[in-house]
């Protein structure tokens, strides 16, 4: 094998292939000899290769959690989403963890995204998936995050909100932790799906008052206010001013609705005034240029 890597890197291909067919044909199971040819395959850029190779180190040593691993791997590399479902779910019977378990259900989730057919995708693939962790759920093996994070996934792909809001909400949510406020994104995102505008409102709220800063959480914010106004929805009394991010808003606020509000030109001069100092400030008015008349531009670029 190391003769054929030689050969490769020499320039010699045809003769390094041919030699490693000959080593491949014996079907090898020793891990140095597998690992030299899974080189020398992906330097032809040959994965497929790679594939036939541990299916027969695997049909040999069919207990072998490594060589299993390497199989589904391979599998992942090619785009061969069944096998690698297949692939997952033997690895699993021989060493049940979590981890190659949910590599199966991924598999799924995989299968459905690459399927033509949008029906069959939502029928069979995403169904099975969904009931191969509610499984685990009912039976409380679920671990990681990444658990949770597919379950998520799939309900959110059958259009199952509701569903993927408690598990957010619920005891699987404690554990999305990795990124910050993912839980809480999360939560927004199947409020906006279910239409539940004040929820949405009073977390983006919370959210802002918490990181001024990040606009996605205004876009949310603004959003939700429209869709109150026009469905004429009352706020309970319970507004408090006076925190400073709360005064930022307030500003973003009142551009938002200028007609309501006053002149967009001096609340643009007004926010200038409270925030220009601060580096998001450009892009935070650049959005509501749009408002101003073509014979204000001039005193904005001035400013």
């Known amino acids: 094998v190391l003769k054929a ?20 044909a014996l079907e090898p199971t020793d891990d140095n000899s597998l690992q030299a040819l899974t080189i020398l395959y992906r330097e032809m850029h040959r994965p497929e290769l790679v594939t036939k190779l541990y299916e027969a180190a695997v049909k040999k040593v069919p207990n072998s959690e490594e060589y299993h691993s390497h199989l589904f791997m391979a599998y992942a590399r090619v785009g061969e989403y069944k096998k690698m479902q297949q692939a997952g779910m033997a690895l699993y019977k021989i060493v049940p963890k ?25 029928t069979m693939f ?22 949770v994070e597919l379950y998520y996934m799939i309900l959110e792909r059958l259009e199952k909100y509701q569903e993927a809001l408690d598990v957010v909400r619920g005891k699987l949510g404690e554990k999305l932790t990795s990124e910050l406020q993912s ?10 799906k279910l239409c539940r505008w004040p929820e949405c409102n009073a977390l983006s709220r919370r959210l802002l008052l918490k ?24 706020p309970p ?6 925190c400073n991010d709360e005064y930022k808003l307030e500003h973003i606020e009142k551009m ?10 001096e609340l643009m001069f007004q926010y200038f005034k409270k925030f220009g100092d601060k580096p998001c ?17 001039t005193k904005v670029r001035k400013i």
């Open 126 to 147: 995403l169904p099975l998936a969904e009931r191969m962790v509610e499984k685990m759920v009912k039976e409380d093996k679920i671990e990681a995050e990444a658990e």
């Open 5 to 24: 890597i030689g050969l490769q890197r020499t320039g010699k291909q045809d003769e390094a292939y041919a030699l490693a067919q000959e080593v491949a």
């Open 281 to 297: 400030c450009f892009t935070d008015l650049k959005v509501f240029v749009d408002l101003l008349p073509s014979s204000q531009y």
């Open 256 to 265: 938002n609705w200028p007609f309501f509000l006053g002149d967009p030109e």
């Open 183 to 192: 839980r809480e994104n999360k939560c927004m995102a199947m409020y906006k």
């Open 237 to 242: 009394l319970e507004e408090e001013q006076g």
């Open 98 to 122: 979590n981890p190659y378990y949910f590599w199966s259900v991924m598999s799924l989730i995989m299968q459905s995204i690459s399927a033509q057919d949008e029906n069959l995708s939502k």
């Open 211 to 234: 990181n001024s800063d990040d606009w996605q959480f205004y876009i949310t914010y603004f959003d939700s206010v429209f869709q109150l106004i026009d469905e004429s929805w009352t």
